[in-house]
């Protein structure tokens, strides 16, 4: 996957999930404007850094080779400092804090301005164990595959709906906590369309591991028409077998944690189903979206995803299969 | 000429001194021996650090591979949490108050600590409290939010097995052991120093350990306040922490941390003493700057109250709180920095013998230096939102936690187990340790910071099949059996020396401080008499009186000396 | 010296206990704006009659203090009595104000202002509870004629932990209850 590739040729392209997940999620391959300025600040720091680090390393060979002790080396000369080395030995090092503390707080300020006040173009809320993005003044939300347009200065408002989670997309910058009963925000400006990898870094439970984030930033064009798509109810056309497991779907406690605008479920607590079918993956990056996957899942949540929030309902096969049916036609 | 001054004795003898080695077991049970208790805290912090890196080793084979079903998510998370805690608080804390309640004494001069029957009850609470911990195991399941168990993960209502509930208890008990060696330390160096020890005299172990103890005095009580009202929320159904009910998440993270990165440099400050005294008896020389080393450790212990913000920088606190905790934290590094060079000036000009301390000591300035860089990378906030919570941090915290604080105590074994033991180590033996360890470790967490650059986050049970990730993660994991591996080394080492090591006489590397003054292993009552002190070097002065400090003036015992 | 040293060191390592769970009220009660309940619910005027009666056994301490010194065995014992009656009628007063509360269904589960408030003044009973153990103690060994060695630092440590918890009960006292009356009037 290079950064050129458009989107949609992403999505589309018959590519086996493994690849999907070759992009290498970098802080050094930075994909925003503020990311940038961080990858920079990393740069230099990173050159001081090693300066240092030769510096002692350098030293330490030097006096390790020149004063081993010899076989009857007598005592060496007894001296116990020199006020100017001393000088120096506090000097640089201060000198070097100022040079960064002026960068940092330059880029700080740069990557991560407060709150306009103003309508946030993404709410994005951590859950045990996903991520939902909701888009204000659409109807538009779903859940860990994200999509943001490139070009523009975007507001993202970060929340948390149980424990502390914590956005990062190393390549759009700064990460952020999203902690219960606060509302935290960061500013991205993405500059290349492509599929940024990311995950959840706050220990949040037992399935810590998979809540994995996957950011598709594409021009603002084809962002409007997947907003405008992912804002309508689900209205597919459904098999006879899909039917059926629509019915199964709505008899069946599934709509007291699921939503799927157009029907009755109208739950809040797991993901937005309504367009379940259009993400390449489930379970928070965990395993492609395909239907033998959702088959197993259906069949046993916490053999396939240990410790996740949805029970174990003991379904007959036929359900199953019916309700895996419907899922995948919530295009 | 020096002459000898009678040590002052103790007015009355000490509880359970009449009991004897014969009395096997039940002497060191009953023991209140400043020398005793000291090694019962290091056979309990080696117990400890077994326990520990064993879960490591558990995780690092479900690490080995990516998707790997090895272990399951709970258990893991189990796993972390319980080792991180282990070797915060049952290996790196009690090791170094056994070094300290070992030595503190010696090399004061004295023959006990201030409160030797309170020196006992310390080290047993410390010693339960860690049972408690571990008896989690079979309660019902161990703490499973990580070692710093952030809130609200750490209520009932997302973490119901009683794991932080022992989690709790568990570490107040140690705590109240800790808190209370502290202040006894603290005591001795105050009131039982051999008259003629002015504290510019002393040691720079014992003025690290006299810096520490006022170190944790300070910080301990924000932890087990912070202790306390988690219990309460979990036992009383409180609600300091619990968000669903009012309670802040953030509260929790600013107590914690308030102990927690002071808690960084109270197992680090005496290993840097440690350091220093092995530093100048293998380069033959006293230490370099003297008062810049003591004084870098007091700026340190004064500004760790002063950076705990740079674990928070992603919580999304204001520009004003980050920066000045941004400046705090790259201060801290400068005291620091001035340390590594301390050190390398004391090597400088000397006559280095590399025994398995000096080698011991010479990786940690490398490691040290390594694990303080990536620290301050911590301090440079936008650096920070990338990389906080990371495998990078892990690859940072064992840099300074190992390639600094076990280092140091290492160093420190290997040079004070002659005296403590009586005995020689095999130094062949010795080098096998230190190539296997230090290659193992290098292996194991250079790696990791290479990890976290590529976006894996830390306390993750599996990862995805990510490029980079494999290998990465397979390198890390063999180079943590290496490790494995050395400590069986090191086992064998000590069981070798024991058994079959030459003696070791008074003073086998003629060392500068008073314990080595005594007989090795030193006998109950530590000394009878004692030369007065005119420099930081008392045993060099006396047994190299012809280049000896004492007959120099202040400023060349120092170093301050005017340059013209 | 050294037991005084000690006891002054950990008194120190104490303060900053209280600190921390005087913060965590602070931040419940008076972020972002002074809790109601402060002024309506917790009884100024008891507690502070309380609160008079614990401070002065500060001072009857005191003059236990100066009558050991002095060698008055009898005056010793009585000032030291005096001193753990007042801390037991303070606790008395403690208890009051807690079955007080507890009736109004305001217990430690009820919301984060009765978890940090019960949470404070509790600890605070303990260290006073902790204190008349010890009293108690000194006050057998006074009686077993004991205490006669005018150089023993017993009473003086002893007294050190005894002011520190009257100090502490003051500076709760001022956050608890007078504080917020004083704000609440002020903004009227």
Not at chain 2, 91 to 107: D, H, K, R, S
Not at chain 2, 398 to 414: D, K, N, R, T
Not at chain 2, 474 to 498: I, R
Not at chain 3, 126 to 138: P, Q, T
Request: hydrophobic share 50%.
């Amino acid at each position: 996957m290079g950064d050129q590739n458009s989107v949609d040729e992403y999505l589309s392209a018959p590519r086996s999930y493994m690849e999907t997940l070759s992009m290498l999620p970098s802080l050094l391959r930075p994909a925003a404007a503020q990311a940038d300025r961080i990858a920079s600040l990393t740069a230099y720091f990173t050159i001081a850094a090693l300066l240092v680090l030769t510096i002692v390393i350098g030293l330490l060979i030097y006096i390790v080779v020149r004063f081993r002790a010899r076989p009857g080396d007598a005592e060496p000369e007894q001296f116990t400092g020199n006020k100017v080395v001393e000088g120096f030995m506090i000097g640089v090092p201060t000198l070097l804090v100022i040079v960064f503390m002026y960068l940092t707080l330059d880029t700080m300020a740069d990557v991560l301005p407060p709150d306009s006040g103003t309508q946030p173009d993404v709410v994005i809320t951590g859950h045990r164990y996903w991520w939902e993005a909701s888009y204000p003044g659409t109807k538009a939300i779903v859940a860990n595959e994200i999509h943001l347009p490139v070009g523009r200065r975007l507001l993202l408002h970060i929340n948390a709906a149980d424990v502390i989670h914590d956005w990062w997309v190393p390549a759009l910058g700064a990460k952020m906590d999203a902690i219960p009963g606060r509302t935290n925000h960061l500013w991205v400006t993405i500059t290349k369309p492509g599929v940024y990898e990311g995950a959840c870094s706050e220990f949040c439970g037992a399935q810590h591991a998979w809540m994995r984030i996957k950011v598709v930033a594409q021009p603002e064009p084809e962002f409007r028409d997947w907003v405008a798509r992912k804002a309508q109810v689900a209205n597919p056309v459904l098999s006879a077998s899909a039917q059926a497991g629509a019915a199964f779907f709505s008899r069946q406690p599934c709509g007291s944690c699921h939503r799927i605008r157009g029907t009755a479920a109208t739950g809040a607590v797991g993901p937005d189903l309504t367009h379940f079918a259009s993400r390449r993956t489930m379970l928070a990056g965990l395993m492609e979206n395909n239907p033998d996957n959702l088959r197993q899942w259906l069949t046993d949540p916490q053999h396939v995803k240990p410790g996740a929030l949805m029970p174990r309902f003991i379904y007959p096969k036929d359900s199953i299969n019916v309700l895996v049916d419907y899922l995948s036609s919530l295009k | 000429m020096i002459t000898d001054v009678e040590l002052p004795e103790p007015e009355k003898s000490l509880p359970g001194a009449t009991v004897n080695s014969d009395q096997g077991l039940l002497m060191w049970i009953s023991s209140v021996d400043h020398k005793q208790i000291g090694i019962m805290y290091l056979l309990m912090a080696l117990f400890y650090l077994f326990v520990g890196g064993l879960l490591a080793l558990l995780m690092r084979v479900q690490l080995l591979v990516p998707n790997n079903h090895f272990l399951a998510p709970d258990a893991y998370n189990q796993l972390f949490t319980m080792h991180g805690t282990t070797m915060i608080f049952f290996v790196l804390t009690p090791a170094i108050l056994g070094l300290a309640v070992y030595l503190v004494p010696l090399q004061i001069g004295a023959n006990e600590m201030a409160f030797p029957r309170l020196n006992a009850f310390s080290f047993w609470i410390s010693l339960f409290g860690g049972l408690l911990l571990y008896f989690s195991f079979l309660a019902g399941g161990a703490p499973d939010a990580g070692w710093f168990s952030y809130a609200p993960l750490n209520q009932t209502q997302y973490s119901a097995s009683p794991g932080i509930d022992y989690y709790c208890i568990g570490l107040l008990l140690s705590g109240i052991g800790t808190v209370a060696t502290a202040g006894n330390l603290a005591v001795t160096i105050i009131t039982l120093r051999t008259p003629s020890m002015q504290y510019k005299y002393m040691p720079v172990f014992v003025w690290m350990v006299f810096i520490d103890s006022f170190l944790i005095l300070a910080a301990f009580p924000s932890l087990n306040a912070a202790l306390a009202m988690l219990l309460i929320d979990r036992q009383l159904d409180g609600h300091f922490f619990n968000t669903d009910a009012g309670g802040s998440a953030l509260l929790w993270q600013h107590l914690f941390w308030l102990f927690g990165h002071p808690e960084v440099y109270i197992v680090v400050l005496p290993p840097f003493g440690v350091l220093s005294e092995v530093f100048q008896v293998y380069s033959r020389k006293p230490i370099f700057g003297y008062p810049f080393v003591v004084g870098s450790g007091i700026a340190i212990s004064l500004l760790a109250f002063g950076v705990w913000v740079h674990h928070m920088f992603a919580t999304g606190m204001g520009h004003t709180v980050n920066s000045f905790f941004a400046v705090s934290s790259m201060l801290i590094g400068i005291p620091t920095g001035v340390k590594v060079f301390n050190w390398l000036g004391t090597m400088y000009g000397g006559s280095i013998r590399f025994t398995t301390g000096m080698l011991f000591a010479t990786a940690f300035l490398v490691e040290f230096t390594i694990g303080g860089l990536s620290g301050i990378s911590f301090a440079i906030v936008p650096i920070d939102w990338q990389l906080t919570d990371t495998y990078y941090v892990v690859a940072h915290l064992h840099y300074v936690f190992l390639g600094g604080s076990l280092f140091g105590l290492f160093a420190g074994l290997f040079y004070w187990f002659p005296k403590m033991s009586g005995r020689m180590y095999s130094e062949r033996l010795g080098n096998w340790f230190f190539w296997l360890f230090v290659i193992g470790f290098n292996l194991t967490f250079f790696v990791q910071h290479i990890l976290g650059i590529i976006g894996m986050p830390r306390r993750v049970y599996t990862y995805p099949a990510l490029a980079g990730y494999s290998a990465l993660n397979l390198t890390s994991s063999l180079g943590a059996f290496l490790m494995g591996l050395s400590m069986l080394v090191f086992l064998y080492l000590l069981y070798d020396a024991l058994k079959r090591g030459k003696r070791a006489g008074d003073n086998p590397w003629d060392g500068y401080t008073f314990e080595w003054l005594t007989s090795s292993p030193p006998p109950l009552k530590n000394f009878t008499t004692l030369p007065p002190v005119y420099s930081f070097r008392p045993v060099h002065d006396l047994n190299h009186p012809e280049i000896g400090d004492y007959k120099k003036p202040d400023e060349e015992k120092y170093g301050t000396k005017d340059i013209d | 010296m050294a037991q005084k040293t000690l006891i002054k060191l950990i008194v120190g390592s104490e303060t900053i206990f209280f600190l921390a769970l005087l913060m965590a009220f602070v931040y419940f009660s008076y972020v972002p704006t002074l809790n109601p309940r402060l002024v309506s619910r917790l009884d100024l005027t008891s507690t502070g009659l309380f609160t008079v009666l614990l401070l002065s056994s500060s001072f009857t301490f005191w003059r236990a203090e100066v009558s050991f010194r002095r060698g008055q065995t009898k005056q010793l014992r009585l000032w030291l009595i005096g001193t753990v009656v007042l801390g037991i009628v303070f606790l008395f007063g403690q208890g009051l104000e807690y079955r007080t509360l507890f009736r109004e269904q305001l217990t430690i589960s009820q919301g984060t202002f009765t978890t940090s408030f019960f949470t404070l003044t509790g600890f605070h009973g303990l260290h006073v509870l902790i204190g008349l153990i010890i009293l108690s103690i000194v006050i057998y060994l006074a009686f077993l004629g004991d205490l006669d060695d005018p150089d023993s630092v017993l009473l003086p440590s002893v007294g050190i932990y005894w002011h520190f918890v009257d100090a502490v009960w003051a500076v709760v006292f001022m956050v608890v209850y007078v504080l917020p009356h004083v704000l609440a009037d002020s903004t009227l």
